[in-house]
């Protein structure tokens, strides 16, 4: 997954926050604490889930199935960006 | 949030296997792991994620929106199982 | 699904514009249309039906879930309107 | 979109299925149907979009993006496989 290298820290950073609010979510079950805040805090969780996956989805098609991501000619090249963009009204 | 009671240790053990799988993530990055395996991780964790926001909202409607869960009669509490029954198709 | 009532319009020439997508999807292939342009169609036509499904499904809590929409007193009618913003994360 | 040809025919009665769903949606409103019953065949018309959604992505990697669906051999081409098996997930 040598795509992520560049964004890893920010990528990395955002698996922690899921992790932090995954915890929070276990606390707040653990703790007692109001079932709204919790269901808030773990649809938050599925948010920041879905925008991670389509961001590592993006880097697979742009450094795995595509040839020439930064000057994309061929028809295939082409037809994975406009993928990409269907994609990304599913994770948005 | 008292309705997880019951199936607490449940469902504390279903947010420690989502979190493992983050973590699983985490170090595939890190650790420059074939994307495909990494992303594969990532789906399960976003159906884990699904599963247990299902169930919490089940939970949420049982306890607090409905006036006899274990024995609906109101038209209200009839209509409150409809909805858990929709609601379901979205995360299973 | 009385609850419909007053929106029935509105709702209608939605389902109607979805259709209307629908068509079009139906013909692009029909016609060998460039597969990316049927594939925003198809994209669209998912964020109409969503989009409806949330807005019918908030009128069911609303009209057959709660006691009293528009003056939630009761805990159980607040756990729904709480039901609902949990649910509009879902559909957006 | 030459890659529906061969399933053409079923992809369009599939097509046609969903909006047969969104007429009885439509009819549903109009004649005061049932609330749990209309939101019962809309969830299905989702379900059944969502499964076209996934069916012409499909179509769309095989014919556009990759170079031999068949005979898959470049490391473009797996890694395309790789993907359509990740957003299967996304659209069962």
């Known amino acids: 997954m040598s795509h ?4 890893k820290k920010k990528i990395i950073s955002r698996i922690r926050r899921i992790k932090g609010q995954l915890e929070a979510v276990e606390r707040g079950l653990d703790e007692g604490k109001e079932c709204f805040a919790v269901l808030q805090t773990l649809s938050a969780c599925r948010g920041g889930l879905n925008g991670l ?3 590592l989805v993006e880097g697979h098609i742009k450094e795995h ?6 000057q994309p000619k061929s028809s295939q090249d082409k037809s994975a960006l406009d993928l990409i963009k269907i994609m990304k009204t599913y994770w948005k």
Not at 65 to 70: E, L, Q
């Open 65 to 70: 199935v595509m040839k020439n991501p930064n």
């Open 4 to 7: 992520v290298f560049e964004d």
């Open 53 to 55: 996956m389509g961001e």
